[in-house]
């Protein structure tokens, strides 16, 4: 029993002297708590309204191929309940996308009556999707062009029938009035610009190599804390190597370790994926543009990260900090939910994270066809980004060391 009651003594004790530990490690129990909860709050409002709002159908530009009486009346008749611009040529739709002047797009190929089975056929209809369509909002569109035909067809029907429509109609499923095996085909910006398909490996790996990279911090707090803790950089403070001299190596040292990572994810993207039964990556993209949202989002992560660990004093500090810093700017930025998704104020706020400048060029260079406008603001705003986070860098060196 006295065995017993020692055991539970020395347990109480190692608890104790835990909690005395837990209470002095602020920044360890902020990671714990306050990260966590931000992480939920930023989450919540990214997917508010996600599965429960109204989805509206996206704004539709049309180019109207087949003019035959039964075609152009149907499509009088839907953009009166849903209007939209009219294009005179596949190649101005596609424009207006790219420009975002219309959200989506709809190509009436001729003829819509099949000539074998004079029925609308959906399978003649192209349905073109911008970047940023919600996929509920595609969805929609989708379906409801499909049941739009099915009711010209119905009308069509029934005019043709005369007194003996409402017996046809009654013994006439939806099947039987449209083509069989036949529906709305869609094609994405990137697949029209391009010639290759969509997949899902070409649209995540931009996001998560912005991710990837911005996780430097990790290696940077460990160098940066452990020079400091040992006197290296007070050493070469008297040796009069400058403060700006210590940042612009590191600086170099970590952009070019960013650089091997993103062909080590690249590779990755490339054949890994494609071992495992995914879709290859497809590289064959703007090399100027990509090299510079590359080397702009590199700084940006690199300034970034050498802030944090200017400023903190311990590596699990700056583990805690850079780490849960990275993931809110992550979920902000459309990283972990696609920036669709999120309700319109969200999509204000990811507007000013880095992640979400760097997110923004990348796309423009793997799903679509890059322009200086585009690229140029995105990344004059991450070097402004990592210029800011050098400045402070270099203020936060120079401190006395406490």
């Known amino acids: ?154 009308k069509r029907a029934a005019a043709e029938a005369g007194p003996f429509a409402g017996v046809l109609l009654d013994s006439a499923s939806g099947g039987d009035l449209l083509a069989a095996d036949s529906g709305v085909a869609v094609r994405y910006l990137y697949e029209i610009e391009s010639g290759r398909r969509m997949t899902a490996v070409q649209q995540s790996v931009p996001a998560w190599l912005i991710f990837g990279m911005f996780f430097v911090v990790i290696p940077i707090a ?23 001299a210590i940042l612009g190596g590191k600086l170099l040292a970590f952009v070019v370790l960013n650089w091997i990572q993103l062909a080590f994810m690249l590779m990755v993207g490339c054949w890994v994926v494609p071992l495992l039964g995914g879709d290859a990556l497809s590289l064959a993209i703007h090399p100027g543009w990509f090299a510079l949202m590359v080397l702009a989002t590199s700084v940006a992560a690199v300034g970034l990260a050498l802030l944090i660990a200017s400023w903190t004093r311990n590596f699990e500090h700056a583990a805690a900090v850079g780490g849960g810093i990275n993931v809110v700017l992550g979920a902000i930025a459309g990283v972990m939910v696609p920036r669709v998704l999120m309700p319109p104020g969200m999509q204000t706020v990811s507007a000013w994270s880095p992640m979400g400048w760097a997110l923004d060029g990348m796309q423009s260079v793997f799903l679509g066809t890059p322009s200086a406008a585009e690229i140029l603001p995105r990344a004059g705003l991450l070097i402004a980004f990592a210029l800011v986070c050098l400045v402070g860098s270099g203020c936060l060196l120079r401190r006395p060391q406490g």
């Open 222 to 244: 460990g160098v940066l804390i452990q020079e400091r803790n040992e006197g290296t950089l007070a050493r070469l403070a008297t040796q009069q190597v400058s403060s700006a």
């Open 1 to 154: 029993m006295s065995r017993s009651f020692a055991l539970a003594a020395q347990i109480l004790a190692v608890a104790l002297k835990e909690w005395r530990l837990l209470s002095r490690n602020l920044h360890g129990l902020s990671a714990l708590f306050l990260m966590p909860a931000i992480f939920v709050l930023v989450m919540s409002f990214t997917l508010k309204n996600t599965l429960t709002a109204k989805v509206d159908l996206p704004l539709a530009g049309w180019v109207q191929e087949d003019t035959t009486p039964f075609a152009a009346q149907w499509a009088r008749e839907w953009q009166a309940r849903h209007p939209g611009p009219r294009f005179a040529s596949r190649a101005a739709l596609q424009q207006a996308l790219a420009s975002r002047q219309v959200e989506a797009g709809v190509v009436v190929r001729a003829p819509l009556l099949d000539p074998v089975s004079n029925r609308p056929d959906p399978g003649r209809l192209e349905m073109w999707l911008g970047h940023h369509v919600q996929p509920a909002a595609a969805a929609r569109l989708r379906a409801e062009l499909s049941f739009s035909l099915l009711q010209a067809q119905m």
